[in-house]
T-cell receptor, first 109, second 112 residues
Framework: KQEVTQIPAALSVPEGENLVLNCSFT??????LQWFRQDPGKGLTSLLL?????REQTSGRLNASLDKSSGRSTLYIAASQPGDSATYLC????????FGAGTRLTVKP | SQTIHQWPATLVQPVGSPLSLECTVE??????LYWYRQAAGRGLQLLFY??????ISSEVPQNLSASRPQDRQFILSSKKLLLSDSGFYLC???????????FGQGTRLTVV
């Protein structure tokens, strides 16, 4: 069974810092990996989708990489802002879709 | 365009009462459908997923069941709720073949 781990569990940074969130998974037989953002009490908003054949995807200040063979993905956030504060979840899509426990990010003004 | 609807948004139910949460998808056919539960401060636990009508895969033994009576309808049910069933329930869909996933707004269930 696919297991997904996210490190760190929580992160607090001052505004303007660049930061990296990590996601690892145990089974490399995946179709894609997706990063989501969740605000408190809300549903999930898709940020980036990386197909298994791709190495990275970029959207604005966000860049996600995928190393399928080592079972790792990173989400890089450049020039963080207080509005980036949320929980970030990675989901690995194989036969089903499995989530990590998330990284709770706080960006302080 | 595709949309996903999940209701109700919040629900307070007594212990022992039944449950029915509904999720429907519009604008696509034969989607993969998922039910997740998120306990307070925890990640998403996959409860059920379905790749077609009447095809339900269950992840963990629990007090819940799921059904897919129509192609774009996914229902989460319980005959008798437990206190431990409280949580945030999320429905999701992805296109056949499993590409990008999209989520509903969730149902906050409180069992009292």
């Amino acid at each position: 069974k696919q297991e997904v781990t996210q490190i760190p569990a929580a992160l607090s940074v001052p505004e303007g810092e660049n930061l990296v969130l990590n996601c690892s998974f145990t089974d490399s037989a995946i179709y894609n990996l997706q990063w989501f953002r969740q605000d408190p009490g809300k549903g999930l908003t898709s940020l980036l989708l990386i197909q298994s054949s791709q190495r990275e995807q970029t959207s604005g200040r966000l860049n996600a990489s995928l190393d399928k063979s080592s079972g790792r993905s990173t989400l890089y956030i450049a020039a963080s802002q207080p509005g980036d504060s949320a929980t970030y979840l990675c989901a690995v899509n194989g036969n089903d879709m499995r989530f990590g426990a998330g990284t709770r990010l706080t960006v302080k003004p | 365009s595709q949309t996903i609807h999940q209701w109700p948004a919040t629900l307070v139910q007594p212990v022992g009462s039944p449950l029915s949460l509904e999720c429907t998808v519009e604008g696509t056919s034969n989607p993969n459908l998922y039910w997740y539960r998120q306990a307070a401060g925890r990640g998403l636990q996959l409860l059920f997923y379905s790749v077609g009508i009447g095809q339900i895969s269950s992840e963990v033994p629990q007090n819940l069941s799921a059904s897919r009576p129509q192609d774009r309808q996914f229902i989460l049910s319980s005959k008798k709720l437990l206190l431990s069933d409280s949580g945030f329930y999320l429905c999701a869909w992805s296109p056949e073949g499993g590409t990008e996933a999209f989520f509903g707004q969730g149902t906050r269930l409180t069992v009292v």
